[in-house]
């Protein structure tokens, strides 16, 4: 019997993984899952649980636990599959040599890693840290988070809650209006609408994202040059990336968007996000190889310009190893958080970027995933 594989899905730092039905990685589970096996491949995948905005070193930590419960009774291969900042936990995990809190041992399963992926992560880091370092920007973080949490459970914000966010939204460069107390009683609005029992695990998730924030300077596009510096790859581990890139919120995404009163008003939403992302300096943005370079020209015609991102991470930032597939989507997009209510189980979107990104792009990218998971291994 061939050899068991273990797969791992690490999520970012909208990092919820499974609140009871609320699933990060709930349509992409279920598709990598089905994808491995239809190939014959003898693979577990496993979504992973880490602190959301806990530093890098911790949410490692956080994995190597998991992979320590689930692939100890044998020596399979071992595939990271990293979104976001799940990314730069896989490639800390491999990177030799690293060390994470004491009494844990990383070599014995490091050196069983075969591939990394990672899908819209932050390698040069993301503008949008920055805001979120501010009071405001922390508040709104958590509140981010619940929202994604509460689409995901009832498919709509209360317009209510939309229109008062919106308006937030659009005085937000100057922090006109801005006022705890109205974020405040938003939160505690959607907080209200959970069971009891949903409401205590959703009020622990949030509260873990409020008391530990020592992920957003290191995703920085001045933090991560740390991580850069001190994080290498390991031989003979095959790494790639997953690059996305959503619209420009512009009038005519707007038009896209339609009558709609909640897709315009979580478009603004998203435009504001895009509008923090797009502040990318120029002097962070990396050099890329001629095939990395050639696969973004191909995939989008042209080159992406420093501004171009998902919404959350800059499009230039997300290329490391190789460029496995580069898509028009928003960065929740990548994961299955897309617009196709008919689909069973449905999908469901709460960035409404116009990105036009559906379930026949995603099964293709998932596709592309899976191709290099079972590529056949360099002799090590």
């Known amino acids: 019997m061939s050899a068991k594989h273990h797969v791992y899905l690490v999520p970012g730092f909208f990092g919820f993984t499974n609140l009871g039905e609320l699933l990060y990685f709930g349509h992409t589970y279920e598709f990598l899952k089905n994808d491995l096996a239809r190939r014959g491949l003898n693979a577990e995948v496993v979504t992973v649980v880490s602190h959301p905005t806990a530093s890098i070193r911790q949410r490692t930590a956080d994995l190597l636990k998991a992979v320590n419960e689930t692939a100890s009774g044998d020596d399979g291969p071992i595939h990271l599959v990293g979104h976001s900042t799940g990314g730069l936990d896989a490639r800390l995990f491999v990177s030799p040599g690293a060390q994470l809190t004491e009494g844990l041992e990383l070599e014995p399963f490091a050196r069983r890693v075969r591939t990394v992926v990672t899908l819209s992560a932050p390698h040069a880091g993301t503008p949008l840290a920055t805001f979120f370092l501010g009071l405001f920007g922390q508040q709104l973080l958590k509140l981010l988070s619940l929202f994604t949490m509460y689409v995901l459970r009832f498919g709509r914000l209360p317009l209510s809650v939309v229109f008062r966010f919106g308006h937030l939204m659009a005085r937000a460069d100057n922090q006109l209006g801005w006022k705890a107390t109205l974020l405040d009683q938003i939160f505690d609005q959607l907080l209200g609408d959970f069971s009891s029992e949903r409401r205590d695990a959703v009020a622990k998730f949030l509260g873990d994202v409020g008391r530990d924030t020592s992920l957003i300077p290191q995703l920085t596009p001045e933090g991560i040059d740390l991580f850069n510096a001190s994080t290498h790859d390991r031989p003979g581990v095959r790494y790639g990336s997953v690059v996305t890139q959503s619209r420009p919120p512009s009038f005519r995404t707007r038009l896209a968007a339609g009558m709609d ?120």
């Open 261 to 380: 009163p909640y897709a315009q008003l979580t478009h603004t939403i998203y435009a504001f996000v895009y509008g923090q992302t797009q502040r990318m300096p120029l002097t962070q943005l990396p050099l890329h190889t001629p095939a990395q370079t050639a696969a973004l020209v191909q995939a989008y015609g042209a080159m992406p310009g420093p501004t171009a991102c998902d919404g959350i991470v800059p499009t230039r930032s997300q290329v490391y190893g190789r460029v496995l597939a580069a898509v028009r989507a928003d960065h929740l997009d990548a994961i299955g958080h897309f617009d196709q209510p008919a689909h069973q189980p449905p999908h469901v979107d709460w960035l409404i970027s116009g990105s036009g990104f559906r379930r026949p792009q995603f099964e293709a990218m998932w596709k592309a995933v899976g191709d290099f998971l079972v590529e056949e291994e360099p002799q090590r």
